[in-house]
């Protein structure tokens, strides 16, 4: 009997980076001479990041700033998913920008259809938040890697592969 060899396709980024990251951020919005008085806050959780700040264009240095320290830090820019910006009290503008985190149902279809339909012969299982995929040449899945990456642009989420076995 033929081995199976097999790999993961997931979306997931380092949380500790990204804490790093936001702490940059924050120091450096406290420093700057043009974002040091408009009492700007990023706040971290789980799942999202509040950043709330005086106006519009603070709101898009800030943003700048964030990206920039993330990028540095090698987390893609696709995990960030901006929501509108929103007025609150007092004349200030907040939003909230919702962490991505594993690939959900849709896109998992979506990538095993291209998978299928560029490699016949491997199998892409969809489990859970994540993807595997299944062939007997190892040579196939480096392909399926390669494929995945030219086809990055239009993924919406960063993809990482995982447990190559």
């Known amino acids: 009997m033929a ?6 396709i997931v979306s997931e980024f380092d949380h500790q980076e990204l804490v790093n990251a936001v ?7 406290q420093t ?4 040091k008085d408009t009492q700007t806050t990023l706040e ?3 799942t999202e990041l509040v950043i709330s700040t005086d106006t519009e264009m603070t709101l898009r240095a800030v943003r700048d700033i964030l990206e920039t320290k993330a990028l540095r830090r ?25 962490l991505r985190k594993g690939i959900n ?3 998992a279809k979506k990538i ?3 998978i299928r339909d560029l490699f016949p012969k491997i199998q892409p299982r969809i489990q859970g938040e994540t993807l595997r995929v299944v062939s007997k040449s190892r040579d196939e899945l480096q392909a399926v890697m390669k494929a995945l990456k030219e086809k990055e ?7 990482q592969f995982t447990n190559y076995r």
């Open 3 to 8: 081995s199976e060899n097999s790999f993961d």
């Open 23 to 29: 702490d940059q951020a924050v120091r450096e919005v």
């Open 32 to 35: 700057r001479y043009d974002l």
């Open 44 to 46: 971290l959780g789980k």
């Open 74 to 98: 090698q987390l893609s820019l696709k995990i960030f998913d901006y929501a509108k910006p929103e007025d609150v009290s007092g004349g200030r503008v907040r939003q909230t920008v919702t």
């Open 105 to 107: 149902s849709d896109l």
């Open 112 to 114: 095993a259809k291209l």
């Open 153 to 159: 642009g239009e993924i919406d989420v960063p993809l």
